[in-house]
């Protein structure tokens, strides 16, 4: 069994007479410590797969597989759990609390683990062991997306689910925030799910899921990820 | 139509956003409600008022003159321009006793006599209005109902009034209230207990004074006035100006009258006097006359007396020489008789033992003569025994011849003859010739008698012999004794006969000593009668001396008394004719000193009442200016915050709108409209609802005291525009603050999203060892508080507000309960007042018998309770005081407990305290040391430096003993009512049947419980709890619309953060404390600043409210400092529990968005 599957997943949107299907029997699967990008274009139902894989949404229909347990028949407490343990998330835009340093923004998740990673360690091995005590309205958009990362690799996850983390970001410092999240994915094994309607990432990829109209239409393994330095877009 | 879309959008912003609109809605009802509402009151009150007096025809202006009114003043009244109508009236204070032994200070006053206007026109309550002469109305007030049914009760003068002015009965024909009387406090009088209780009204025909003592009159145009407003003021000062002149003349007038009268008078007062003085010298003058004459009988009494003095001295002098004499003399005589006896008795003593030495003389001769005779009877019997001896003898000499004989005869041998051979021959015989024997046997039984005795014949024979020869010798020697014996016997008869001798002639001499001791004793006898006679009429001389000498000093006395009378007599006379004169010259003076009479004008503020009602809606007044300053404050605060935060939604709006070219007026228009539509609406429904409410719940609360038959509300127009306009202004005024600065900014600049406003380090981080404890949650909390500024003040002041309304509805509760409570719970122990008329009840039996069952009084303390007043510094109220002076000062304590209000520490009574209570120092301004200046009820006056003041609620009182009393006011303190302490569990038989058993006893006036006091008391206080009420509402109210604003703004504006920590896997309660932390600290600081608020606001409310007479507690108890705490955390908690589904319906897709 893989370490993530879906196994034809529905999610329905009811809007007025209409009901959309966000989700149209998804299936598709990823294995443990691989880098995976997920691609499709806009209304393709990345965000609605990423929102039920990080247990921030119900599935109407199948079956969410993590890790060998059946995320699709929590219940809301145990998805908040699940989200509390297993799960980091890095936003598009960061989403950090203003009024906390980011420091305290990274502890503000490790806080709630039973077994968190070092916050200010965390920080420093995304590069602002200088900038601990800044405000984020201090530091820059990709500086904030690493407080970001550090937030979400700080709760000691089992996966790390990005959605488009450098949507908000200028080309370089995007590219930055891949080279560190592709790296720690090979320093430290963690699963990290990317969501992006930007094709060229595939190349980074060790697996590519393709979504189009709320379903899966190819699942790939890259047997030869190149680095993100050397991808251009 | 521009306009058009524009307006669909304001309703559309509207609709999207309910919950902002309704935040200022709400507090711009509270505000604007509470403002009006507040506003509103005094002016109800005030109308109210008004309306009764225009209703019930409440005269304008009151005259009384010092001299009185006559018919021809109120003729000249009716006819002054600007008067309306004038009721001539005889009004007067007087005691009136009920049938049940209550005895009421009254005031009476007429009812308008036909032909005159209605006025002061009382409303029936039952029965029916008097209709004539001896029939009354009893007026029924706040304070006095007295008996439940009066109709048909009969009212009596009391006769020790002497007040000839009224008919001496009433009977009740019905009970009224009567605009005179609109207040529970009672006016002062001089009559009675110096406040009046007991109001009537009866017809003019009840008076027989040939004068009126008032004019009661209304002003034209007076009626349609506010009476409490300035033009009232200003048209009544007028008139009443007019009057004081037209008093003038009039007095003159009624001057002229009264000397004339008075001269009249005095004249004949001048005859009287004359005829008395002339009468008085002639009966001062016999008088004398009597007194000299019983000088001279007096003078002649006292010689006599001394010559009978000197006689009878000489008559005991005489009587004293006469006694020496006779004692003398009998003591000579008796001594000789002594004498004589002493030498009888010697001789009769030598006489005695002669016979006595002769007794035993005679009785050795008798002695002698027995012993003579015994040896003489003892010889013959010797002789008798010596002769059958020898008789004997001879028998056997005689037989042994016959033997011989015979044996001879016979042939025996012969023998020498004697005895032995006798016997053997006797006893050979026998043998030889038995016969012959027998003949013998006599002899031989002598024979052999003799040999067993030893002997035998011939000695015997012998003995015999020798025996006669002592015989002889033994007669011999008896005949010698008895000769001799024979001789004494002789000597001593002779000596016998001449003791006799000698007896015989001293028995004569005690014959002699007899007759002397006999004469002795007569002459004794004789002499002391004699004497004692003498005695006895000397005595009686003395007596009668003695009774000259008392008849002398009586009449003395008599004459000294006499004298005395004499001179008291005159001297009476005398001061009794200076005194008339003085009289006269005085008459003569106050007629030269009738000063002309005064004119008095009194208008309505000069009612009791109505003065007191009109500075207590003053107060009200007072009180209303500080409230709505916090709903105000609060309600600019939440327009602030929510229009920033609305300004702050809508900013990329804000930016497309300039773009599209709209002028910064039009923008900022929709804002200001939006505001301006929430205020106005609220402003509608707030004013509408306050302007009842409030009014309604401050005029109940005032029915405590006052008496208004209808309360008007009628809905103000101009406060509603004030209200309105100031509610309205203050949001706009917030509004267009929070637009300001993006209107400023280029569009450009609104369409990007606003830079976030940057974190800020505060200065709690600086405090590391807080910090570094903290959790960064909480740091979040502690950062969020000081960066949100207005809301953080806008929460702290509505909530320290909301605390504060609380804290002061239950510390209003807790002050107005403890007057009751304490007053009559711990500082009072007495349970029953019992009024005197007169000091003289304290003896009367009937009534100590009931003090002094222990079944019905416990203990009791009589107690002087003097109504005076205090007389004031300059510029401070002339208050009414009790003086209350114990009959025992060490006792006072027991029945009231004097201790500070703020430590409870007793209060020294003694002898030498003089203590106010605590309000009265606070009126007067005064404390220990000071002097205070007071009156007692005969206007005497007194200054006493006041030792202590004390705790104490209803009242105001001055404690002073006796002797302070007395050396204050010169004269003694007549003590007026008993303090009585019941038993625990009521007196014997019921407190009711106790009232009737001591109305019953002689000089009982009345009785008052201090149960039926606090009881009705604690009534009237019910209707405070509707301010209390009122003001939780309030709170609760303004609470709810600050932490709801509050929460909404925090969770609407941090949508995305929520959002976020909800994907961070926080649950939905961290989620919920995440935000609540932060209403929860403001919630407590904005409680803790409440409290100490209210504490304020507590004391200025109960200051600014207080009757005169009562002062409320100061004290708010610890439980409403708790319940003000928690109902306030209750009114937040319950806003959140609103908010938590908001928070729970947040979604976490909302974090995937883009920032605003």
Same mark, same amino acid.
């Given at each position: 069994m893989s ?11 009811? %809007? ?16 443990r410590?691989?880098f995976c990008?997920i691609v499709?274009?806009s209304?393709?139902?990345k ?5 039920m ?25 145990q ?24 420091l305290?923004?990274?502890?503000l998740?490790?806080e ?24 984020p309205?201090?530091?820059?958009g ?10 979400a ?6 996966i ?25 994915c ?14 060229a990432l595939?190349? %980074? ?18 047997q030869?990820?190149?680095?993100v ?5 | ?8 959008? !304001? ?20 505000g ?8 509103a ?11 009764y007096m225009?209703?019930?025809?409440m005269f ?14 109120m ?6 321009d600007? !008067? ?27 009812l ?8 002061y026109?009382?409303?029936? &309550? ?5 209709e004539?002469?001896g029939?009354?109305?009893v007026?029924?007030?706040k ?15 009391d006769s ?18 009567s ?6 406090e009672n +006016?002062?009088?001089?009559?009675g ?7 009537l009204y009866?017809?003019?025909e009840s008076?027989?004074?040939?004068y009126y ?6 002003? +034209?145009?007076?009626?349609e ?10 048209? !009544?000062?007028? @008139?009443?100006a ?6 003038e003349?009039?007095?003159l ?5 009264i ?7 005095l004249?004949?007062a001048?005859?009287?006097? #004359?005829?008395? =003085?002339s ?9 004398l006359r ?5 000088e ?12 009978g ?6 008559g005991?002098?005489e009587?004293?020489d ?10 000579n ?6 004498d ?5 008795s010697g001789?009769?003593a ?11 003389a ?18 013959? +019997?010797v ?11 001879d ?8 033997l ?5 005869q016979?042939?025996?041998?012969e023998g ?21 024997g027998?003949?013998?046997a006599?002899l031989k ?34 005949q ?7 001789q004494?016997?002789?000597r ?8 006799k ?18 004469t002795l ?27 000259g ?25 005398e001061t ?6 003085n ?6 003076e106050?007629? #030269?000193a009738?000063?002309?009479g ?7 503020d ?9 500075s207590?809606?003053d ?26 935060r ?9 930016g497309? /709108? ?15 409209l939006y ?11 707030g004013?509408?609802?306050? /302007?009842?409410l ?10 405590? /005291?006052y008496d208004l ?11 509603a ?6 509610a309205?202004?203050c ?5 267009l603050?929070a637009?300001?600065n993006?209107?400023r900014?280029?569009?450009?600049r609104?369409?990007?999203p606003?830079?976030?406003?940057a974190?800020k380090?505060?200065?709690?981080e600086?405090?590391?060892p ?5 959790k ?17 003040f806008?929460?702290?002041?509505? @909530? ?13 509760r ?13 500082l009072c122990s007495?349970?029953l ?9 304290l003896k ?9 069952d222990e079944?019905?009084v ?7 309770q ?12 002339a ?7 114990p ?13 500070h209000?703020r ?6 009574y003694g ?10 120092s606070?009126?007067?301004h005064?404390?220990v ?5 007071v009156?007692?009820?005969d ?6 430096t ?5 705790e ?8 002073i003993?006796?002797a ?14 008993? &303090? ?6 009521g ?6 049947a106790?009232n ?9 006036? /009345?009785?008052?419980?201090t ?9 009237s206080?019910?209707s ?7 003001? @939780?509402?309030?709170a609760?109210?303004?609470a709810f ?18 959002a976020?920590i909800?994907?961070?896997g926080?649950?939905e ?5 995440y935000?609540y ?12 600043a409440?409290?100490l ?7 200025f ?10 002062m ?11 319940w ?17 589904? =908001?928070?729970t ?6 974090s995937?968005?883009?920032? +605003?």
């Open positions: 370490f993530i599957e879906f196994d034809n997943v529905c999610k329905y949107y009811t %809007m007025g007479e209409t009901r959309i299907a966000a989700a149209d029997h998804i299936s598709f699967f990823a294995e410590g691989e990008v499709g274009p209304g393709a139902g965000t609605t797969v990423l929102n894989l990080g247990g921030m949404d119900t599935c109407d229909e199948g079956r969410i597989i993590l890790d060998g347990r059946e995320i699709s028949g929590y219940n809301p407490r998805l908040t759990a699940y989200r509390r343990l297993e799960v980091g998330f890095v936003f598009q835009f960061y989403n950090l609390v203003q009024n906390l340093t980011a305290e923004n990274v502890e998740a490790s709630i683990c039973p077994d968190p990673l070092d916050a200010r360690k965390t920080l420093e091995g995304v590069g602002l062991g200088d900038r601990l005590q800044n405000f309205a201090q530091l820059s990709g500086e904030q997306q690493r407080v970001s990362i550090a937030r690799l700080a709760k000691n996850p089992k790390l689910l990005c959605d488009e983390p450098t949507g908000a970001l200028d080309y370089n410092t995007g590219k930055a925030v891949l080279g560190l999240l592709q790296d720690t090979r320093r430290t094994g963690r699963t990290v799910l990317v969501i992006t309607h930007n094709g595939t190349a %980074m990829a060790d697996r590519v899921i393709r979504i189009k109209s709320g379903r899966a239409i190819s699942n790939e393994v890259n030869n990820p190149i680095p330095e050397e991808i251009e877009w | 139509m521009v306009k058009r879309t524009y307006r669909k959008n !304001i309703l559309r912003t509207v609709r999207g956003s309910l919950s902002r609109f309704l935040a200022i809605f709400a507090i711009v009802a509270l604007s409600g509470f403002l009006a509402g507040v506003l009151s005094p002016i109800d009150m005030r109308i109210s008022a008004d309306s225009d209703q019930s025809n304008d202006l009151r005259i009384v003159s010092t001299m009185g009114l006559t018919g021809g003043d003729e000249i009244l009716k006819e002054l600007g !008067i309306e109508g004038v009721v001539p009236a005889y009004d007067t204070d007087t005691v009136l006793l009920s049938e049940l032994g209550d005895t009421h200070t009254a005031r009476i006053h007429t308008p006599p036909d032909g005159a206007p209605e006025m026109t009382p409303a029936l &309550l039952e029965g029916r209005l008097p004539k002469s029939e009354c109305a007026i029924l007030t304070s006095f109902t007295g008996e439940s049914d009066w109709v048909g009760k009969v009212l009596t003068l020790e009034e002497e007040n000839d002015d009224i008919i001496g009965e009433f009977t009740v024909v019905g009970t009224v209230r605009p005179l009387y609109i207040s529970l +006016e002062r009088t001089s009559a207990t110096g406040s009046v209780d007991l109001k009866t017809v003019p008076f027989q004074q040939d003592t008032a004019a009661y009159l209304t002003v +034209e145009g007076a009626r006035l506010d009476s409490f407003g300035g033009g009232y003021e200003k048209l !009544i000062d007028g @008139i009443s007019e009057l004081d002149t037209l008093g003349e009039r007095a007038v009624r001057y002229n009258e000397i004339d009268e008075a001269n009249g008078e004249a004949d001048q005859q009287e006097y #004359d005829d008395a =003085k009468e008085a010298d002639k009966e001062l003058s016999d008088a009597e007194l000299e004459d019983g001279r009988e007096l003078e002649n009494g006292r010689q006599e007396l001394a010559d003095k000197k006689k009878l001295e000489d005991q002098k009587l004293d006469g006694w020496a004499e006779y004692r003398t003399e009998t003591a005589a008796q001594k000789q008789i002594d004589g006896w002493a030498q009888v001789y009769q030598q006489i005695d033992s002669g016979l006595a030495q002769i007794n035993s005679q009785g050795q001769i008798t002695a002698g003569y027995k012993e003579l005779e015994a040896s003489e009877s003892k010889l013959a +019997e002789k008798a025994k010596l002769d059958s001896t020898r008789a004997q003898l028998g056997i000499d005689q037989g042994k011849a016959a011989a004989g015979a044996a001879a016979l042939g025996l041998p020498d003859g004697s005895d032995s051979w006798a016997i053997e021959t006797i006893t050979l015989l026998e043998q030889a010739a038995p016969e012959t027998a003949q013998f006599e039984l002598g024979l052999e008698a003799l040999r067993a005795q030893g002997t035998d014949s011939a000695s015997a024979r012998a003995a015999l012999e020798a025996g006669l020869a002592e015989y002889e010798q033994g007669i011999k020697q008896a010698q004794a008895r000769a001799q014996l024979d004494n016997q002789y001593l008869n002779s000596q016998l006969s001449e003791l001798k000698q007896q015989a002639a001293l028995d004569s001499q005690k014959g002699q000593l007899y007759s002397a001791e006999n004793e007569a002459a004794k006898q004789d002499t002391e009668k004699k004497l004692r006679d003498a005695q006895k009429e000397l005595e009686e001389g003395r007596r009668e001396y003695e009774n000498l008392a008849e002398l000093e009586d009449g003395e006395k008599e004459l000294a008394e006499g004298w005395e009378e004499y001179n008291k007599g005159k001297a009476e006379a009794e004719l200076a005194d008339a004169q009289e006269l010259d005085k008459a003569r106050d007629i #030269d009738i000063e002309q005064e004119w008095y004008v009194f208008t309505r000069d009612n009791v009442g109505f003065s007191s009602y009109a207590n809606a107060k009200i007044a007072a009180i209303a200016t500080v409230f709505p300053v916090f709903f105000f404050l609060v309600a600019a605060l939440v327009a602030l915050t929510t229009m920033t609305m300004v702050e939604e809508e900013r990329q709006q804000i497309t /709108m300039k773009a599209l070219g709209y002028s910064p007026v039009q923008i900022a228009g929709k804002y200001l505001a301006a539509a929430a205020s106005l609406l609220g402003c509608v429904f004013v509408t609802a306050g /302007m009842w409030f009014p309604t719940v401050i005029i109940n609360a005032y029915s405590i /005291m038959p209808k309360v008007l509300t009628p809905f103000s127009w101009q406060l525009a004030f209200s309105a306009v100031t309205t202004l949001t706009l005024a917030a509004t603050n637009c300001w993006a209107l900014e280029v569009p450009a609104l369409m990007l606003k830079a976030p406003k974190g380090r505060i200065l709690l600086r405090v590391t807080v910090w570094s404890r903290m960064f949650t909480q740091k979040v909390t502690a950062r969020n508080l000081i960066r949100y500024k207005k809301r953080f806008m929460t702290v002041i509505g @909530i320290s507000g909301c605390t504060a309304l609380l804290v002061t509805g239950f510390g209003i807790d002050s107005v309960s403890d007057i009751v409570a304490i007053q009559y719970g711990e007495y349970n007042i019992v009024w005197l008329k007169d000091e003289s009840a009367d039996p009937e009534l100590i018998e009931l003090l002094e079944s019905l416990l203990d009791s303390l009589a107690v002087l003097d109504s005076g007043a205090v007389a004031p510094e300059k510029g401070l109220p208050d009414d005081i009790t003086i209350f002076v009959s025992e000062t060490e006792r006072l304590p027991e029945f009231f407990r004097f201790r209000r430590d409870s520490e007793p209060v020294v002898e030498d305290s003089v203590i106010i209570t605590e309000k009265l606070e009126r007067q005064l404390k040391g000071d002097s205070i200046t009156k007692n009820q206007e005497a006056e007194a200054s006493f006041i030792t202590d003041i004390c104490n609620y209803v009242q105001h009182l001055l404690y003993s006796p302070a009393y007395e050396e204050g006011f010169g004269a003694k303190p007549e003590m007026n009512s008993l &303090l009585c302490r019941l038993p625990e569990d007196p014997e038989g019921g407190t009711d106790l009737t058993a001591l109305l019953g006893c002689e000089d009982v006036a /009345m009785t008052t419980s149960e039926e006091l606090s009881s009705s008391f604690n009534n206080i019910q405070i709890n509707y301010i209390v009420v009122v003001l @939780i509402i309030s609760g109210a303004l619309v600050v932490v709801y604003n509050l929460t909404n703004i925090n969770i609407t504006e941090r949508v995305k953060e929520l976020t909800k994907v961070l926080f649950y309660s961290e989620v919920a404390a935000v932390r932060e209403t929860a600290a403001l919630t407590a600081i904005g409680t803790a409440g409290l608020l209210g504490v304020i606001l507590h004391q409310v109960i200051r600014t409210a207080e009757i005169d007479m009562v409320f507690g100061r004290a708010i108890y610890a439980p409403s400092y708790l003000a705490a928690v109902l306030t955390v209750l009114f937040s908690v319950l806003v959140n529990l609103v908010m938590y589904r =908001k928070l319906r947040i979604s976490m897709v909302e995937m968005k883009a920032p +605003e």
